[in-house]
């Protein structure tokens, strides 16, 4: 069987990367950017960062805020109109996952009108042409929204996340620039920084997992591990370490799945709005603990690549049990909750886990789950 790997045309990393965005706009013939960012963003001056490059090189743009943190499916269908209005060729979304997966929905509509319908574009939805091109700029170092074929709209009707999987979705240019993420506040580092971890160590073991995206994850873990607690102290070195280890994590769980992590946080952002970095760090030690039997050696990677000694003298249950804290105590030292019980009311954990076992990441779990078994992990949560 050949592996699929999939990444942008193009990206920039560093210190003013972002200035690269009118070149990039011009080189390929744009003409209007219909930029995606959301409120807060533009109220602080973070988007302003990117307008006033535009600004300076007479390039045309049309804003659109109508984004949620959690974006849903109204959210999308909105920005496809406000797009046709605006006489757009390509968008730059800025901002965190929210920003880039709005645009994602956007992109791929316009140019695949069957799919108006955003319901339609959950799983891997068949489309045909690629999205209308995005330039994606990142705030946040967490979702790598940037460098996948991933992204989630939140069906507020019925309470939950769709993730949507589309290789036509990837937007054509990253710009990950640490200068955007600086004005990050410790509580979204942090939650962003885990978040990055959790792809990282989810897709090393997912069942999707190779040599390749191995090379990746593995890495992604050893910078963000070493980064984050620096990050969160808004050191410039811990900035630059995390906007690159996110990336990094981005460009292999993107080609190879995620996990029952990812499964059991989505539902808990549609139904209590929960920050998707909180919900993922708070669970993926308890996850890592049930999946452990089914991942052979890797834990002890993990560990080594998180800065475990001696992990090579170490037995199985002793090197696993070493990366485990070792992501407990990193959670703990970036000041996330230890647990869920001020997030989940225990009513509604059947409709949690029945949510989470129907969601797209699951089936990648190298474990395989049941309802009642989430139900279980729910419980020992709260």
Known sequence: MANRFVLNETSYHGKGAITHIADEAKGRGFKKAFVCSDPDLIKFNVTGKVIKILDDAELDYEIYSDIKANPTIENVQNGVKAFKKAGADYIIAIGGGSSMDTAKGIGIIINNPEFADVRSLEGVAPTKNPSVPIIAVPTTAGTAAEVTINYVITDAEKNRKMVCVDVHDIPVVAVVDPDMMSSMPKGLTAATGMDALTHAIEGYITKGAWELSDMFHLKAIEIISRSLRKAVDNDDEGREGMALGQYIAGMGF???????????????????????????????????????????????????????????EMSVDEYRKAAIDAVKQLSKDVGIPENLKDIVNPDDIRFLAESAYADACCPGNPRDTSVDEIIELYKSLI
Do not use: C, F, Q, W
């Open 254 to 312: 993107s080609n190879v799945g995620l996990g029952i992590v990812h499964s059991m946080a989505h539902p808990l952002g549609a139904l209590y709005d929960t920050p998707h970095g909180v919900a993922n760090a708070i669970i993926l030690p308890t996850v890592m603990e049930y999946n452990a039997p089914a991942t052979g050696e890797k834990y002890r990677e993990i560990a080594r690549a998180m800065g475990v000694k001696g992990v090579d």
